[in-house]
T-cell receptor
Framework: KAGVTQTPRYLIKTRGQQVTLSCSPI?????VSWYQQTPGQGLQFLFE???????NKGNFPGRFSGRQFSNSRSEMNVSTLELGDSALYLC??????????FGQGTRLTVV | TQLLEQSPQFLSIQEGENLTVYCNSS?????LQWYRQEPGEGPVLLVT?????EVKKLKRLTFQFGDARKDSSLHITAAQTGDTGLYLC??????????????FGQGTILTVHP
């Protein structure tokens, strides 16, 4: 069974631009969650989706948004990028109320 | 707001030594996961503990979940250089405003020297 796939692995963007990250969960998993990881803050919860609905949201500004498609694939979007958005963005896949499995992440660098 | 305090933040030991990493919270979690992460990669799940007082062993790694499900520990016996990495604990809740959200500890960077 394939694991969680995140694309792209690396991104370099300029301040003010927007970016879209993609996540394909493990087959059969319907819950997808997103986390931001930085050296200073560790892993911070962004949001969680289940059956195309956002079920929970972390304390991030509205520039961070996401969605989930009918095939459970998910995207997150960050608009008007700031230098502080540079981070490793991780997608977690879960089936029911169980543990989350993570992808390799997308390393976003904002210059 | 749920918080997980993980300690120590850094651990530098010699191969063959034993070590313990702790995760503590004032909140009760439905389950607690331990992950190991290599630089530039995503966290890899090591174990999930669900029941208060539960002890799980994974070769040289022993995981405990506190009786009140508020704390956990990871003990490594006879550490090897291959154990080097970032260890993360994460608490899961299936109720209220925390549903589906993993609360992560700050992580422990373990370096095992040959």
């Amino acid at each position: 069974k394939a694991g969680v796939t995140q694309t792209p692995r690396y991104l370099i963007k300029t301040r003010g631009q927007q970016v879209t990250l993609s996540c394909s969960p493990i087959s059969g998993h319907r819950s997808v969650s997103w986390y931001q990881q930085t050296p200073g803050q560790g892993l911070q919860f962004l949001f969680e989706y289940f059956s195309e609905t956002q079920r929970n949201k972390g304390n991030f500004p509205g520039r961070f948004s996401g969605r989930q498609f009918s095939n459970s694939r998910s995207e997150m979007n960050v608009s008007t990028l700031e230098l502080g958005d540079s981070a490793l963005y991780l997608c977690g896949s879960r089936q029911g109320e169980t543990e989350a499995f993570f992808g390799q992440g997308t390393r976003l660098t904002v210059v | 707001t749920q918080l997980l305090e993980q300690s120590p933040q850094f651990l530098s030991i010699q191969e063959g030594e034993n070590l313990t990493v702790y995760c503590n919270s004032s909140s009760v979690f439905s389950s607690l996961q331990w992950y190991r992460q290599e630089p530039g990669e995503g966290p890899v799940l090591l174990v999930t503990v669900v029941t208060g007082g539960e002890v799980k062993k994974l070769k040289r790694l022993t995981f405990q979940f506190g009786d009140a499900r508020k704390d956990s520990s990871l003990h490594i016996t006879a550490a090897q250089t291959g154990d080097t990495g970032l260890y993360l604990c994460a608490g899961a809740s299936w109720g209220g405003t925390s549903y589906g959200k993993l609360t992560f500890g700050q992580g422990t960077i373990l370096t095992v020297h040959p």
